[in-house]
């Protein structure tokens, strides 16, 4: 479930978070991971993209503009508003990405309003 349906497209979050990884320059020093993609509901696309992060050494204008020059869909670009900053993207006692735990940050942040 690596994936979102955005404006009726197929869009891999794999595929995103590793054009991200390039542009970002991969891990930091600790080996943590700088980010993951994930998924939110939206009302007019079916669903928006958010990368939850952690701090970045370029802007997001820079980071979505490189992004842009990969030459993958508009679809696939997460809006600028779209980042979220942590101080650790979630992992699992495994050393796997905590999806749950990465889609429950995105929606605290871009959920639905209760």
Do not use: Y
Not at 4 to 23: A, D, F, N, T
Not at 25 to 38: C, F, I, N, Q, S
Not at 83 to 92: D, G, K, M, S, T
């Amino acid at each position: 479930s690596r994936f979102s349906k955005v404006g009726g497209e197929m869009v891999p979050h794999l595929r995103v978070e590793e054009l991200l990884l390039e542009i970002v320059k991969t891990a930091d020093e600790e080996g943590a991971l700088p980010l993951a993609v994930t998924a939110v509901p939206d009302a007019q696309r079916g669903e928006r993209l958010v990368v939850v992060h952690r701090p970045l050494a370029q802007p997001v204008a820079e980071i979505l503009r490189k992004l842009g020059e990969t030459g993958i869909p508009n679809l696939w670009i997460p809006g600028s508003d779209s980042f979220i900053e942590v101080e650790a993207v979630p992992i699992l006692g495994t050393g796997k990405l905590d999806l749950k735990g990465i889609k429950d940050c995105a929606l605290a942040r871009f959920g639905p309003k209760a």
